[in-house]
C-alpha cells in the first residue's frame, strides 16, 4: 500500500486549466483516467486526509503510486481524451459498463452493390444502416419476414446470391416473392437499391407514407376490377401494419429520442436504455457496472453518454437525449454530442408528459436489471470465491491465484506445432490478452521441449519489460505494432500447463533459468484430472465436486480449443499454398486474376507466355517469370475418387484433389488424413 504523499505533485506543480489526469500503480499500469475543469482544484482533492476520503477513493490512491495529466484547450477535448484514455487503458478504478448481452441489430449493408437485410451484431460498420438494437433475434426476423411482402430486399448470403446467378436460378425467397432476385435479373441495381431504401426508411419510422400509398392503390387497383392485384395489396398493408404492431407508440409527436436511466446501490447501478424512433420503442439495452469510485448519478450519466456514443456519428446521435440527472457542468457534454451529431443534441431531465412516463418504465426496467444482476451474481462470486480459496489450498499458495495463465501444445503428427497462452483473472476469461506463439527453436514433435520454450519467450518478454526502466516499460514501448497495450508485461500469480510432471518440470525449469521464483506452477493431466507440482511425485487430486478443480479444468480446456484453433488455421493456410505463391512479386490480386482467366493452376501451366501476358496487369518478365516458376514446381499425380473410380481434376483455384478422406470423398493433396493423424 503506498502513502500518497509519496507522489504527490509539488505545491504550483500542477496547472490551473482543463485537463485529463491518469493515476498509475507500482508497475506503471494506468488504474484511474479522470478529467477535471482546473487540474489543481481536482487533484487537489485527492490528497487530502486519507480518513476523509470515500473507502473506494482511498483505495484507488493507495494503489496508485504516482500520477500526471495532460492539459487541453477546453473541457469538450477533455471529454474526448477522458474518453479514449479510457477505451486505450482500460483503467480498473474507473466505471466500466458491462453490456449484459450481445444486443443483436437489424441491418441493411448499403455499402454494398445489391444491398442486403440481415442480423448483426457487434462493432458497426461503415456504410450500413442498423435499427435496434432488439432483445431477440427471433424479433428481427419475424419482422423481416413480414416486411419483404412489400419490401423485396435481398437477404441471402454472399455464397448463395454468387450461386444462384452462376446457375441463373433464384433462390426460395426468390419464387415466393418475398426476393426481387436482384441476382437473376428481375430487378436492376437501381430499383434494388431503390427497395432497400424505402425499407430503411420504413424501419426508420416513416410509416405513413407508405400505407397511403398502399391503400391508394388498393383503392385504384379495385376500381379497375383489378381484384387479385387488390387482394395482393391488402395483404401487404395488413402485414406492415402488423409489423407497426410490434413497436407500439409511445410518444404521439414521432420524436426521436433516447431515454436513459439509472438504479444504482453503493456497489453497483445498472443503466437501462430505450432507443425511440419515429415515437416508437425501436430498441432496448443495458449495461451493469461496478463503483469502483466514488461516483454520484450526474457522474454514471456521463460515462453511460460516453460508452453509448463514443463511437456514435451522424443520425445514430438522436435530437434528443432524456436523462435521470445532468452532467455536471452539462454544456461541454453537450457540445461534444452535438459535434458527434453534426446538428443540434438536446440533453436534458423530462418533467412532464409522455416523456416522463416513459422515463419511468425505463426506470423500473433498470430497478429489475439491477435486481437480477445482483442475484445471479451473487451465486457466481461466491463460486469464483471458493473455486480460488480451493486451489491456493490444495497448491499451499501464500494467497488465491487472482491471474491465472495457462499454457498448452498442440500440432499434427509433430507438424505445425504452435501454443496457446490464456488468462484467466477473478475466475473469469480475460480474451484481450490470450496470446499464441509458433515453435521455432526445433522442428517435430516434443511436448516438453516446446513447453519450455514457450515458458522462457513469455517470461523473457515479461522481464525484458521490467528492465528497461528498473521497473515497467512505458508509453508507446507498451503497445505492439498495431498500437495496442502490450499484456506480456504482467505476472500470474499461478502459471498452469496442459500435461503431467514432464510439462511441469519443464516449466518449472523455464522460470528457475530466468530467474523467477514468486510464480507458482501446476499441471493438470487429462487422463485423470490430476494436479501435479514441481519436484512431487505424487499429483494432488482434488475431488471431482471441487470447484477448484472445475476452474482448472475450464481453464486447461480453454487453452486447448484456443490452441487447436490456431493449430488448424495454419494447416489450413498451408494447405492452401499454390505454385504462384513462390512467383516474386505477384500479389494477391494479380493471382486471383490468374486464376479467373485460366480457371485453374493445371490450364495456367499448359499456358504460353503470350497467352499469360494476355491477363490484365501481367506483364511480359512477369509473364516469364511465372511459366518458369509454374514449369519448376512439380505437378501433382492425378487423384482417383476411391467410391467411383473417376480421377479428380484440379480445384477451382488450381489445388489438386486427393483421397485421403472418408471412402468416396476428396480432399486437398496434401491434407493429413484424420483417420490417422491426430491433433494435440
Not at 493507495?62 to 477505451?87: F, R
Amino acid at each position: 500500500m503506498a502513502d500518497p504523499s509519496s507522489y504527490r505533485p509539488r505545491p504550483g506543480e500542477i496547472p490551473d486549466s482543463p485537463g485529463v489526469y491518469r493515476f498509475r500503480d507500482e508497475h506503471r499500469r494506468v488504474i484511474y483516467v479522470g478529467k477535471a475543469k482546473s487540474l489543481r482544484q481536482r487533484l487537489a482533492n485527492y490528497f487530502q486526509d486519507l480518513a476523509g476520503l470515500h473507502p473506494r477513493t482511498r483505495t484507488m490512491v493507495t494503489t496508485a503510486a504516482s500520477v500526471e495529466w495532460t492539459v487541453v484547450s477546453t473541457e469538450v477535448e477533455a471529454l474526448q481524451l477522458e474518453y479514449s484514455w479510457i477505451k486505450e487503458y482500460d483503467p480498473r478504478f474507473n466505471v466500466k459498463y458491462r453490456d449484459d448481452k450481445s444486443y443483436p441489430y437489424l441491418a441493411v449493408t448499403m455499402n454494398e452493390e445489391y444491398p442486403r437485410v440481415q442480423v448483426m451484431r457487434g462493432h458497426k460498420k461503415k456504410g450500413v444502416r442498423y435499427f435496434g438494437p432488439y432483445g431477440h433475434a427471433w424479433a428481427i426476423r419475424d419482422t423481416v419476414d413480414l416486411l419483404l411482402r412489400v419490401f423485396p430486399v435481398r437477404t441471402c448470403s454472399a455464397g448463395v446470391f454468387k450461386n444462384a446467378a452462376r446457375t441463373g436460378r433464384p433462390c426460395l425467397l426468390g419464387y415466393i416473392g418475398k426476393c426481387s432476385a436482384p441476382c437473376v435479373g428481375r430487378v436492376s441495381e437501381e430499383e434494388h437499391r431503390e427497395l432497400a431504401e424505402e425499407f430503411s426508411d420504413f424501419m426508420a419510422g416513416r410509416t405513413g407514407t407508405y400505407i397511403r400509398r398502399l391503400e391508394k392503390q388498393m383503392t385504384d387497383a379495385a376500381e379497375e376490377m383489378e381484384y387479385e392485384r387488390a387482394a395482393r395489396l391488402r395483404d401487404d398493408i395488413e402485414a406492415l401494419k402488423k409489423a407497426m404492431e410490434k413497436s407500439a407508440v409511445v410518444l404521439a409527436d414521432a420524436t426521436d429520442a433516447d431515454l436513459i436511466a439509472v438504479a444504482e446501490d453503493e456497489l453497483e447501478a445498472a443503466v437501462q436504455i430505450f432507443h425511440v424512433r419515429g415515437g416508437r420503442v425501436r430498441g432496448q439495452r443495458g449495461w451493469v457496472t461496478d463503483k469502483v469510485e466514488d461516483v454520484t448519478t450526474a457522474a454514471l450519466v456521463e460515462h453511460a453518454l460516453q460508452q453509448l456514443y463514443g463511437e456514435e456519428t451522424g443520425d445514430s446521435v438522436p435530437k434528443e437525449v432524456l436523462v435521470p440527472a445532468l452532467p455536471d457542468p452539462v454544456e461541454p457534454v453537450q457540445q461534444w454530442l452535438t459535434d458527434r451529431r453534426g446538428a443540434n443534441v438536446s440533453l436534458r431531465i423530462p418533467q412532464r408528459g409522455d416523456k416522463k412516463s416513459l422515463m419511468e418504465t425505463v426506470a423500473r426496467n433498470a430497478q429489475q436489471s439491477l435486481i437480477l444482476h445482483k442475484t445471479k451474481r451473487a451465486s457466481d462470486l461466491t463460486t469464483r470465491s471458493r473455486a480460488l480459496e480451493e486451489i491456493s489450498e490444495a497448491l499451499d499458495l501464500d494467497s488465491a491465484p487472482l491471474r491465472i495463465e495457462c499454457y498448452d501444445i498442440s500440432h499434427l503428427q509433430g507438424d505445425d506445432v504452435v501454443a496457446s497462452m490464456v488468462v484467466f483473472e477473478d475466475g473469469l476469461s480475460r480474451k484481450s490478452e490470450y496470446r499464441r506463439f509458433q515453435i521455432k527453436g526445433f522442428e517435430g514433435q516434443d511436448d516438453v521441449r516446446s513447453m519450455h520454450e514457450v515458458i522462457t519467450r513469455r517470461f523473457r518478454r515479461y522481464l525484458a519489460e521490467k528492465e528497461k526502466t528498473g521497473e515497467w516499460a512505458d508509453g508507446d514501448e507498451l503497445k505492439d505494432e498495431e498500437g495496442r497495450p502490450k499484456r506480456f508485461a504482467y505476472p500470474p500469480q499461478l502459471v498452469v500447463v496442459d500435461g503431467g510432471q514432464p510439462q511441469v518440470a519443464a516449466a518449472k525449469r523455464a522460470l528457475d533459468e530466468l530467474g523467477i521464483d514468486d510464480i507458482a506452477v501446476c499441471g493438470l493431466a487429462k487422463r485423470l484430472e490430476e494436479v501435479w507440482l514441481p519436484d512431487d511425485d505424487d499429483p494432488v487430486v482434488l475431488p471431482r465436486t471441487s470447484e477448484g478443480l472445475y476452474l482448472l479444468q475450464r481453464v486447461r480446456d480453454e487453452a486447448h480449443r484456443f490452441a487447436i484453433t490456431y493449430q488448424r488455421a495454419k494447416r489450413a493456410k498451408r494447405f492452401r499454398a499454390s505454385p504462384l505463391d513462390d512467383v516474386p512479386g505477384l500479389g494477391e490480386t494479380r493471382k486471383q486474376a490468374l486464376i479467373k482467366h485460366f480457371g485453374s493452376v493445371k490450364k495456367l501451366r499448359s499456358a504460353t507466355i503470350d497467352q499469360i501476358c494476355e491477363v490484365p496487369g501481367i506483364g511480359r518478365k512477369t509473364a516469364e517469370t511465372i511459366a518458369v516458376a509454374l514449369a519448376q514446381a512439380a505437378p501433382a499425380a492425378p487423384a482417383v475418387n476411391t467410391a467411383t473410380g473417376e480421377i479428380m481434376e484440379d480445384m477451382e483455384d488450381g489445388t489438386p484433389w486427393t483421397t485421403a478422406g472418408a471412402p468416396g470423398e476428396p480432399v486437398p493433396a496434401g491434407a493429413p488424413d484424420e483417420r490417422r493423424g491426430q491433433e494435440t
